[in-house]
């Protein structure tokens, strides 16, 4: 697929000319779930639209690209329960060819005394240990960490990869920027924003182009991303042949705490 072969899903949405805990404020007041900083959803803002109609003349809008599948395979629309998942606002999904479980949490940095059986009481906090679980979905070993990011650098991201291993990992950070990073045999392919994909980095930086095509997405447009967590882990689907489900974040499952790493 070419960029001549689609037309990209455009969407418009209004932004409101007034700052953003006016609207935080509304929305928790009316039984949205929001988080303290980051983007605030378009429907949240449309909603205080719908309730505020005086302040429409003051609203600007905006334009942004709508990923969604363009041929077989892995969609946005498939990891739309992420939002509303216990994932959170910060997490980090990082999928391994060639580890299994125990290896994976090494080279994560956990100790082997702090690997064992994590259950729904074990949470990531402030100044705490770090939690990341890890399971087995076919050839792939996929670690969850909560509230972290180090699956996503390049040494870590290599490191996994190594002896001809392979590693995608899709981090979420509402108050910072997402990625998708991608390494093969110790070699720290390409690192995507998924919001802007047009901002890639790496030794070969335009590797999974023809995925963001089959996703509706130009890589060589400057277009900004309405939905990029969903097209992010879509985009790894494709990659891995794994699709992770509402069930594979179910406790009781091996993983570690490891003390002082709280990002």
Request: net charge negative.
């Given at each position: 697929?070419?960029?001549?072969?689609?037309?990209?899903?455009?969407?418009?949405?209004?932004?409101?000319?007034?700052?953003?805990?006016?609207?935080?404020?509304?929305?928790?007041?009316?039984?949205?779930?929001?988080?303290?900083?980051?983007?605030?959803?378009?429907?949240?803002t449309e909603a205080f639209f719908a309730a505020h109609?005086?302040?429409?003349?003051?609203?600007?809008?905006?334009?942004?690209?709508?990923?969604?599948?363009?041929?077989?395979?892995?969609?946005?629309?498939?990891?739309e329960w992420q939002r509303d998942s216990r994932l959170?606002?910060?997490?980090?999904?990082?999928?391994?060819?060639?580890?299994?479980?125990?290896?994976?949490?090494?080279?994560?940095?956990?100790?082997?005394?702090?690997?064992?059986?994590?259950?729904?009481?074990?949470?990531?906090?402030?100044?705490?240990?770090?939690?990341?679980?890890?399971?087995?979905?076919?050839?792939?070993?996929?670690?969850?960490?909560?509230?972290?990011?180090?699956?996503?650098?390049?040494?870590?991201?290599?490191?996994l990869s190594r002896d001809g291993g392979e590693v995608?990992?899709?981090?979420?950070?509402?108050?910072?920027?997402?990625?998708?990073?991608?390494?093969?045999?110790?070699?720290?392919?390409?690192?995507?924003?998924?919001?802007?994909?047009?901002?890639?980095?790496?030794?070969?930086?335009?590797?999974?182009?023809?995925?963001?095509?089959?996703?509706?997405?130009?890589?060589?447009?400057?277009?900004?991303?309405?939905?990029?967590?969903?097209?992010?882990?879509?985009?790894?689907?494709?990659?891995?042949?794994?699709?992770?489900?509402?069930?594979?974040?179910?406790?009781?499952?091996?993983?570690?705490?490891?003390?002082?790493?709280?990002?």
């Open positions: 697929m070419s960029d001549a072969d689609f037309t990209p899903l455009r969407v418009t949405y209004r932004a409101p000319g007034l700052g953003g805990t006016q609207i935080r404020d509304w929305a928790r007041a009316n039984g949205y779930l929001i988080s303290e900083r980051g983007r605030i959803a378009p429907e949240i109609p005086e302040i429409l003349g003051q609203a600007s809008t905006y334009e942004m690209v709508r990923a969604t599948a363009r041929t077989p395979g892995a969609s946005p629309e498939d990891y959170g606002d910060i997490y980090t999904i990082v999928f391994v060819r060639g580890l299994d479980e125990h290896e994976v949490l090494r080279r994560l940095g956990a100790a082997d005394e702090n690997i064992r059986p994590i259950d729904d009481g074990d949470y990531t906090y402030p100044e705490g240990p770090q939690i990341i679980t890890v399971r087995r979905i076919g050839d792939w070993t996929v670690a969850i960490e909560d509230c972290g990011w180090r699956g996503t650098t390049r040494e870590t991201s290599s490191a995608v990992a899709v981090l979420r950070h509402d108050y910072a920027q997402h990625h998708i990073t991608y390494a093969v045999d110790g070699r720290f392919i390409t690192d995507i924003n998924p919001g802007f994909p047009i901002d890639r980095q790496g030794a070969d930086p335009d590797r999974l182009n023809r995925h963001l095509r089959e996703l509706g997405i130009d890589p060589a447009a400057s277009d900004s991303i309405d939905n990029p967590i969903p097209a992010a882990l879509a985009l790894a689907s494709r990659i891995t042949g794994v699709a992770i489900t509402p069930h594979h974040l179910r406790r009781p499952v091996l993983g570690a705490a490891i003390p002082g790493a709280y990002f």
